[in-house]
């Protein structure tokens, strides 16, 4: 049993950065998930990383930009998004996977509430 409740987000320039955060109850020693969604259009994929935090997986359109660490003494995964583009704009969100390193939004079973990122041109 875990609950996620994401903090951080808001408004940014094309090229500047922003850290989301996810804090879990319990222990994070769990696979988690992020996922990102625009208005009008499905929920993406945007990264991975163990229960351990000894690994990442990243979606092609956010690798070299995004990157996922996780704090385990604060029960905390994090998102750092650089070099933001406009496209980025979305809603975020982290869960706790079935699978390490899953890409499929319905192998998760819990979800944050989800915070808004967007970037302006």
């Known amino acids: 049993q875990v609950q996620l409740v994401e903090s951080g987000g808001g408004l940014v320039q094309a090229g500047g950065s922003l850290r989301v955060s996810c804090a879990a109850s319990?222990?994070?020693?769990?696979?988690m998930g992020w996922f990102r969604q625009a208005p009008g259009k499905d929920r993406e994929f945007v990264g991975a990383i163990s229960g351990s935090g000894g690994g990442t997986y990243y979606a092609d359109s956010v690798k070299g930009r995004f990157t996922i660490s996780r704090d385990n003494a604060k029960n905390t995964v994090y998102l750092q998004m650089n070099s933001l583009k406009p496209e980025d704009t979305a809603v975020y969100y982290c869960?706790?996977?079935?699978?390490?390193?899953?890409?499929?939004?319905?192998?998760?079973?819990?979800w944050g509430q989800g915070t808004q990122d967007t970037v302006s041109s």
């Open positions: 319990g222990r994070t020693g769990n696979n």
């Open positions: 869960a706790t996977g079935k699978y390490p390193f899953s890409p499929i939004a319905s192998n998760y079973d819990t």
